[in-house]
């Protein structure tokens, strides 16, 4: 069974159209996080929840807006979408002090 | 903030050599350092990790050491072989920051056979 599960894999879309990324984990972990990696592979962290609150939210434009319905899911929505938002968008979790556990990425190509 | 520094970006080694990554950190707040790797077109997965009270870690060829005194902390791979070849991660974070992992810039590791 996959741990932390995102979908769609793949999503190709216009400029100024509106989508969501979804994320779940069955691990049990009560911390869940979007990271944004772009084309140079570099890892940011975006949001992260811990039990639903939302707890660390970086300089992230505000088109970009996370919810989480439960602790084992955390998705991520993002509005009026930019050529620059094209990178690939990992959702993970952790418990404690432990590292992050990723899922399989989202790679979001805007054009 | 936090920052990572990570050296060399790219990294080339025969089969059955050793290979080493180093990463510095600026937050002397920092206890936890876990190591990715990613292959292409696929997650970071968790390899390695260290906590500020240990200063060395092992498991099989890998090995992480930390000074906590100079804050840089290496990843350490003997008898590298073709499939370690991937980019590596660094990281860092402190307890109080709820993991939140601030990531080296990625070292590409090419094991040559």
């Known amino acids: 069974d996959t741990a932390v599960s995102q979908t769609p894999k793949y999503l190709v879309t216009q400029m100024g159209n509106d989508k969501s990324i979804k994320c779940e984990q069955n691990l049990g972990h009560d911390t869940m996080y979007w990271y944004k990696q772009d084309s140079k592979k570099f890892l940011k962290i975006m949001f992260s929840y811990n039990n639903k609150e939302l707890i660390i939210n970086e300089t992230v434009p505000n088109r970009f807006s996370p919810k989480s319905p439960d602790k084992a899911h955390l998705n991520l929505h993002i509005n009026s979408l930019e050529l620059g938002d094209s990178a690939v968008y990992f959702c993970?979790?952790?418990?404690?002090?432990?590292?992050?556990?990723f899922g399989q990425g989202t790679r979001l190509t805007v054009v | 903030g936090e920052n990572v520094e990570q050296h060399p970006s790219t990294l080339s080694v025969q089969e059955g050599d050793s290979a080493v990554i180093k990463c510095t950190y600026s937050?002397?707040?920092?206890?936890?350092f876990p190591w990715y790797k990613q292959e292409l077109g696929k997650r970071p997965q968790l390899i390695i990790d260290i906590r500020s009270n240990v200063g060395e870690k092992k498991d099989q060829r890998i090995a992480v050491t930390l000074n906590k005194t100079a804050k840089h902390f290496s990843l350490h791979i003997t008898e590298t072989q073709p499939e370690d070849s991937a980019v590596y991660f660094c990281?860092?974070?402190?307890?109080?920051?709820?993991?939140?992992?601030?990531f080296g810039a990625g070292t590409r590791l090419a094991v040559h056979p």
């Open positions: 937050d002397s707040a920092s206890n936890y």
């Open positions: 993970a979790s952790s418990q404690g002090e432990t590292g992050a556990f």
């Open positions: 990281a860092a974070s402190h307890s109080g920051g709820y993991n939140k992992l601030i």
